[in-house]
């Protein structure tokens, strides 16, 4: 499905076109600034709140801007009532952001998802439109069910390993830059590698530093820049079930010359960053998103003294799982 990705990289124009393509779909997330989350960081925080995305996830700007360029591509099919429908595969976010993106352009979505999915991921790709295809918990049966989607007739829709997506993704670091234009260094999570992609082209644009993290439990991309190679065979072991994802062709690649470093976290970091989230900023955040927190407080010398931009990526999180990583660090 992806024909010689790494010739097909988008580029800092394509974050632009994307940007102005969504802009009118999607929310300028809030960019919160805290001196008690100054002083607890050690640096200058600036948070950009993508978990206030609608869907509950910057997956919703690459999910736009795929679905769009399609009608673009395809002026003619614009106002037809039988539109191909778009398939994917997500552990939950990208699907629900797929679906609806979709559905505001009249066209169906089939999300194929593993068992073990979040069941509010479910409920939410199905609540936006979306037909759920589930499969077991692996890569390659993610892929499979893919394929098997798209020999049926529906156009696929790569969660991450696609230009359109990735361009979508690094509106929000524009966003954020055009507000904050003196920050040093942007932190990022790494799962499929979509967003800290298209962040990077905006990042390197502006002459920003990117820092990308990931959960011990799943990094391969850690793996793969050790090796010089995309590592796929890794089984993931971690509460971010968003950073599940095998690194993408087109990601590897342009992590391995945009990207300054990925460090990694535990899964306990992770519970004790939603905690300090809830309460220095009021913010529901999901493991995902805690991994720049909690980078933030395990490799304070990277961050020191710095203008530090870190993306929430998302807030879509079982509510008791919540409950209890704030109860245990209170």
Known sequence: MN???KADLPDITDVHLAWTRIRDQTTSTPVLLDPDLDEWAGCRLAVKCENLQRTGSFKFRGASNAILSLEEANAAEFS?????????????N????LALAARLNNRAAHVVMPQNSVPAKIDAVRRYGGTVHFCEDNHSAREAGLEELVDQGMIPI??????EIIAGQGSCALELFADHPQIDVLVVPVGGGGLISGCALAAAAQ????????????AETVASLDRGQRVV??????????????IGVRNFE???????NVVTVTDGELRAAQSVAWKLLRQVIEPSSATVIAAITRYPELFADKHVGMIISGGN????????????HE
């Open 3 to 5: 024909t010689n990705p």
């Open 80 to 92: 037809s009532d039988n539109k191909r429908a778009v398939a994917t595969h997500s552990s939950g």
């Open 94 to 97: 990208h699907g629900a952001a």
């Open 158 to 163: 790569h969660p991450f390993d696609r230009r």
């Open 207 to 218: 002459g920003v530093t990117v820092i990308g993290v990931e959960p011990e439990g799943a």
């Open 233 to 246: 065979d890794l089984a993931p072991d971690t509460i971010a079930d968003g950073l599940r994802a095998v």
């Open 254 to 260: 342009m992590i391995r010359s945009l990207v300054e």
């Open 317 to 328: 999180v079982l509510l008791d799982d919540w409950i209890d990583a704030i109860r245990e």
